[in-house]
């Protein structure tokens, strides 16, 4: 082999025997199909649509791909039949599936030896061989791509011509008329496109094809003895079925899949579980440091729980990356022991924060990978727990597992086949019973029955909540506190609640010292102490402030010393240290709130500022005198309790907290459904206001048809007055026209003239246009007009 160098360096070869080594990545064929419908996907191509199909040319099985994107150049063909050549960027939000520039050639050589990809853009149309069989046929030592391009403006390549010989010396096609039928197909589906042949496709030992054309004619099977009888009721549908795999491939599909001839109706996922709940996963290797706010946000993934409404022996994680799937049905946690727990539950979670592998069908073994899957089962266990705490709650006499129940999706959503949005439908319509074409007119809901209105927006990010662990509450407060101190009373004067809050433990205080609040943090967290002796008359002297003033008031009251560190709750120093600070600083905030209430009490009730703080004075020797509950209860305990009534009231806090969001969210939804009902009442308000002038419109109309009715009567008679006079004098002319009446022909003539006279200008009032000075009364003229409108009057 002749080496090739630059400036003297030999440059790499890549050797034929490569394709196959590099398809070998696909253990499984339905991946190397998703890499087909990956490229499609990706927002270089935007393809609508996608077409798989199983045909015979030849004698031969191939399988062909075709969608309607944007084409490929010759430069981007070559490319794309080249190795680890990938400029694929995010656009309009879409984020491109491939990364690494090979999942083609992987895929087109893992389901065959050869493979023809004819394109066409709106300036050409190329074509590109990439095959083992002619490597191998030429004995070649390096990857050859023949590739032709034919240009619109019928300026083409004169270097095509030994790349068209190889194509019709070496491939299925061996003329320019076959090359030029398959990319006339393109045409059928779209001015641009591609389409995809695969020949020589891999076969098992008994020399069938890996794939089963036959069993449906709507469907590819995967050609496995495992994959039959028994054995597929405990295998996902989407282990043996592309129809059914392509179902799930994307977490929300963009792209319409039809699989040999028929549409696949693809779903989404995540909404069509039962007893659908959100949960949220905080990696701590996604911490993110805000320097212009100088906190730390951790970023949320989003977990979808629910349960199979098809199979519950199908269950597990589903875990997509970039909108892809990457692994179906991970068991996770105690899905993996033999307790039975989790059944039917599914998991959906897109994981952009971990790399697939090569094939797309893994993640790679790292650490950050560990953690979610240990973090996965920890999820999956709580809501399998609150699931089970329900239905015993709701229903204590039911013996049925929940996983036995019938069930069906919480919600209902369909993909218009038109603009290829996703609408959902109203409860209670079942998807299975709806046509094979649907678009969004068919929608029963009016505000989404258009292909031009945006799709409904699904939970954002920002709205969205983690369901509420009831029964990890409930057995919290189930455990039995028998160490803790007796509770204050529930109702306690003010001043005293504010002289209880206003204590505080530091590590620097001496065994009795006076602790006197402050509004800032020590560097150890902790309110700084200083031995201050301050008397009444320091409470005396804040009365020569005005009146109508808030007050600050610093208060010093005796406490025990300090308790040693290491027999608080068991954690460290630090984490400690910050999380009394933490309730410190809410106590110290309460403390404010009540001095201002008080404050206000005082100037409402007009009273003396000095006698409100003689009443303190003897508030705080009154709770002197009963400081030795405390000392008691920290001699029998030494305050290894008040780490649990911190984590109670941190508990009872983060409720409060989460019922404030509810509430928020409640009023929200509340505030959001007075708008809409605001907005039906003007447009009811505009229709009746129409509906009245449609009403009055019509009284006008009924009013001028009374009067049209009464002048047709009128006329009805003239008319009928006409026909008597019209009838006598037919029969005076018939009697004119007798041998007996020659004498009165010349009167009687006259006599009709007159009348067709008369009778013309009657008919001025019906035939406006009618010029009687242009009219032979001696004809019957003005007769056949009489009986024509007479006619019109019947």
């Given at each position: 082999?002749?080496?090739?160098?630059?400036r003297?360096?030999?440059?790499?070869a890549?050797?034929?025997?490569?394709?196959?080594?590099?398809s070998?990545?696909?253990?499984?064929p339905?991946?190397?199909?998703?890499?087909?419908?990956?490229?499609?996907?990706?927002?270089?191509?935007?393809?609508?649509?996608?077409?798989?199909?199983?045909?015979?040319?030849?004698?031969?099985?191939?399988l062909?791909f075709?969608?309607?994107?944007?084409?490929?150049?010759?430069?981007?063909?070559?490319?794309?039949?080249?190795?680890?050549?990938?400029?694929?960027?995010?656009?309009?939000?879409?984020v491109?599936?491939?990364?690494?520039?090979?999942?083609?050639?992987?895929?087109?050589?893992?389901?065959?030896?050869?493979?023809?990809?004819?394109?066409?853009?709106?300036?050409?149309?190329?074509?590109?061989?990439?095959?083992?069989?002619?490597?191998?046929?030429?004995?070649?030592?390096?990857?050859?791509?023949?590739?032709?391009?034919f240009?619109?403006?019928?300026?083409?390549?004169?270097?095509?011509?030994?790349?068209?010989?190889a194509?019709?010396?070496?491939?299925?096609?061996?003329?320019?008329?076959?090359?030029?039928?398959?990319?006339?197909?393109?045409?059928?589906?779209?001015?641009?496109?591609t389409r995809?042949?695969?020949?020589?496709?891999?076969?098992?030992?008994?020399?069938?094809?890996?794939?089963d054309f036959?069993?449906?004619?709507?469907?590819?099977?995967a050609?496995?003895?495992?994959?039959?009888?028994?054995?597929?009721?405990?295998?996902?549908?989407?282990?043996?079925?592309l129809?059914?795999?392509?179902?799930?491939?994307?977490?929300?599909p963009r792209?319409?899949?039809?699989?040999?001839?028929?549409?696949?109706?693809?779903?989404?996922?995540?909404?069509?579980l039962?007893?659908?709940?959100?949960?949220?996963?905080?990696?701590?290797?996604?911490?993110?440091?805000?320097?212009?706010?100088?906190?730390?946000?951790s970023?949320?993934v989003?977990?979808?729980?629910?349960?199979?409404?098809?199979?519950?022996?199908?269950?597990?994680?589903?875990?997509?990356?970039?909108?892809?799937?990457?692994?179906?049905?991970?068991r996770?946690?105690?899905?993996?022991?033999?307790?039975?727990?989790?059944?039917?539950?599914i998991?959906?979670?897109?994981?952009?924060?971990?790399?697939?592998?090569?094939?797309k069908?893994?993640?790679d073994?790292?650490?950050?990978?560990?953690?979610?899957i240990?973090?996965?089962?920890?999820?999956?266990?709580?809501?399998?727990?609150?699931?089970?705490?329900?239905r015993?709650?709701?229903d204590?006499?039911?013996?049925?597992?929940?996983?036995?129940i019938?069930?069906?999706?919480?919600?209902?959503?369909?993909?218009?086949?038109?603009?290829?949005?996703?609408?959902?439908?109203?409860?209670?319509?079942d998807?299975?019973?709806?046509?094979?074409?649907?678009?969004?007119?068919?929608?029963?809901d009016?505000?989404?029955?258009?292909?031009?209105v945006?799709?409904?927006?699904?939970?954002?990010?920002?709205?969205?909540?983690?369901?509420p662990?009831?029964?990890k509450?409930?057995?919290?407060?189930?455990?039995p506190?028998?160490e803790?101190?007796p509770?204050?009373?529930?109702?306690?004067?003010?001043?005293?609640?504010l002289?209880?809050?206003?204590?505080?433990?530091?590590?620097?205080?001496?065994?009795?010292?006076?602790?006197t609040?402050?509004?800032?943090?020590?560097?150890?967290?902790?309110?700084?102490?200083?031995?201050?002796?301050?008397?009444?008359?320091?409470?005396?002297?804040?009365?020569?402030q005005?009146?109508?003033v808030?007050?600050?008031?610093?208060?010093?009251?005796?406490?025990p010393?300090p308790?040693?560190?290491?027999?608080?709750?068991?954690?460290?120093?630090?984490?400690?240290?910050?999380k009394?600070?933490?309730?410190?600083?809410?106590?110290?905030?309460?403390?404010?709130?009540?001095?201002?209430i008080?404050?206000?009490?005082?100037?409402?009730?007009q009273?003396?500022?000095?006698?409100?703080?003689?009443?303190m004075?003897e508030?705080?020797?009154?709770?002197?005198a009963?400081?030795?509950?405390?000392?008691?209860?920290?001699?029998?305990q030494?305050?290894?309790?008040?780490?649990?009534?911190?984590?109670?009231?941190?508990?009872?806090?983060?409720?409060?907290?989460?019922?404030m969001?509810?509430?928020?969210?409640e009023?929200?939804?509340?505030?959001?459904?007075?708008?809409?009902?605001?907005?039906?009442m003007?447009?009811?308000?505009?229709?009746?206001?129409?509906?009245?002038a449609?009403?009055?419109?019509?009284?006008?109309?009924?009013?001028?048809?009374?009067?049209?009715?009464?002048?047709?009567?009128?006329?009805?008679?003239q008319?009928?007055?006409?026909?008597?006079?019209?009838?006598?004098?037919?029969?005076?002319?018939?009697?004119?026209?007798?041998?007996?009446?020659?004498?009165?022909?010349?009167?009687?003539?006259?006599?009709?003239?007159?009348?067709?006279?008369?009778?013309?200008?009657?008919?001025?009032?019906?035939?406006?246009?009618?010029?009687?000075?242009?009219?032979?009364y001696?004809?019957?003229?003005?007769?056949?007009?009489?009986?024509?409108?007479l006619?019109?009057?019947?």
């Amino acid at each position: 082999m002749a080496s090739r160098t630059h400036r003297g360096i030999p440059l790499s070869a890549l050797n034929p025997k490569f394709l196959h080594t590099n398809s070998t990545s696909h253990t499984w064929p339905f991946s190397a199909i998703a890499e087909l419908l990956d490229n499609a996907y990706d927002p270089d191509v935007r393809a609508k649509k996608f077409w798989i199909d199983w045909t015979c040319i030849k004698g031969l099985d191939c399988l062909s791909f075709m969608d309607n994107g944007a084409g490929m150049t010759r430069g981007k063909m070559h490319k794309m039949l080249s190795f680890g050549f990938s400029d694929k960027k995010a656009t309009k939000g879409h984020v491109p599936v491939g990364v690494y520039g090979n999942g083609f050639k992987s895929g087109s050589m893992r389901l065959g030896k050869d493979a023809m990809v004819f394109t066409k853009t709106k300036d050409s149309m190329t074509v590109g061989f990439l095959s083992q069989s002619y490597l191998e046929a030429i004995r070649a030592q390096q990857v050859l791509v023949p590739i032709i391009t034919f240009m619109r403006d019928g300026q083409n390549f004169a270097e095509d011509a030994a790349s068209l010989q190889a194509i019709l010396k070496h491939s299925i096609f061996n003329t320019e008329i076959e090359l030029f039928s398959e990319l006339r197909a393109i045409s059928v589906v779209g001015a641009t496109g591609t389409r995809i042949i695969i020949w020589n496709l891999r076969k098992t030992t008994n020399g069938e094809t890996e794939f089963d054309f036959s069993a449906d004619r709507y469907d590819i099977r995967a050609n496995h003895s495992d994959c039959s009888g028994e054995s597929q009721s405990m295998t996902p549908e989407s282990g043996y079925s592309l129809r059914a795999y392509c179902k799930i491939l994307y977490l929300k599909p963009r792209m319409q899949i039809i699989l040999r001839g028929q549409k696949v109706k693809t779903e989404l996922i995540s909404k069509s579980l039962a007893h659908i709940a959100i949960d949220n996963y905080r990696p701590t290797f996604l911490q993110s440091v805000d320097v212009a706010q100088a906190n730390i946000q951790s970023k949320r993934v989003w977990i979808t729980f629910g349960f199979n409404t098809k199979n519950k022996e199908h269950y597990g994680i589903m875990m997509y990356h970039k909108n892809r799937l990457i692994k179906a049905y991970e068991r996770v946690g105690c899905q993996r022991k033999a307790e039975k727990k989790g059944v039917g539950v599914i998991g959906v979670i897109e994981c952009n924060f971990l790399q697939p592998t090569h094939n797309k069908q893994d993640f790679d073994n790292t650490d950050k990978y560990r953690k979610t899957i240990h973090n996965l089962g920890v999820k999956l266990e709580e809501y399998w727990n609150e699931i089970r705490y329900k239905r015993k709650k709701e229903d204590p006499q039911c013996t049925m597992p929940i996983e036995d129940i019938l069930k069906f999706p919480d919600q209902s959503w369909v993909q218009c086949d038109r603009c290829l949005k996703w609408r959902r439908l109203p409860d209670g319509i079942d998807c299975n019973i709806l046509p094979e074409m649907w678009f969004c007119s068919m929608n029963p809901d009016p505000q989404f029955r258009s292909c031009h209105v945006e799709e409904e927006p699904e939970d954002q990010e920002e709205e969205q909540h983690s369901y509420p662990k009831t029964y990890k509450q409930e057995r919290k407060s189930s455990k039995p506190n028998q160490e803790c101190p007796p509770k204050a009373p529930a109702q306690k004067p003010l001043y005293q609640s504010l002289l209880l809050d206003s204590i505080t433990w530091s590590p620097l205080a001496s065994p009795v010292t006076r602790v006197t609040r402050s509004r800032a943090f020590s560097s150890t967290g902790f309110y700084p102490v200083t031995d201050v002796g301050t008397s009444s008359a320091d409470f005396s002297a804040l009365s020569s402030q005005q009146p109508r003033v808030k007050r600050k008031f610093s208060m010093a009251v005796e406490v025990p010393g300090p308790v040693p560190l290491d027999v608080l709750h068991p954690m460290t120093k630090e984490r400690k240290v910050e999380k009394n600070a933490r309730a410190m600083n809410e106590k110290e905030e309460e403390a404010v709130e009540d001095m201002v209430i008080l404050d206000n009490a005082v100037q409402a009730n007009q009273q003396d500022p000095d006698d409100w703080l003689c009443g303190m004075e003897e508030a705080e020797s009154k709770w002197k005198a009963s400081r030795s509950f405390w000392e008691c209860g920290e001699q029998q305990q030494p305050l290894g309790n008040w780490g649990e009534l911190e984590e109670e009231r941190q508990q009872q806090q983060d409720e409060l907290v989460h019922l404030m969001h509810t509430a928020a969210q409640e009023r929200d939804a509340c505030r959001e459904e007075l708008q809409w009902q605001q907005q039906e009442m003007q447009k009811l308000k505009q229709q009746s206001a129409a509906l009245e002038a449609f009403r009055e419109e019509c009284n006008h109309l009924q009013t001028k048809l009374a009067g049209v009715e009464e002048e047709r009567d009128g006329l009805s008679a003239q008319c009928k007055q006409l026909k008597e006079e019209l009838k006598n004098m037919r029969q005076r002319e018939n009697k004119r026209r007798s041998p007996y009446s020659a004498l009165c022909a010349e009167e009687d003539r006259g006599t009709l003239w007159t009348l067709r006279h008369r009778i013309g200008r009657l008919l001025v009032s019906f035939v406006p246009a009618l010029d009687l000075n242009q009219v032979d009364y001696n004809s019957s003229v003005i007769d056949e007009m009489l009986a024509q409108v007479l006619q019109e009057l019947s």
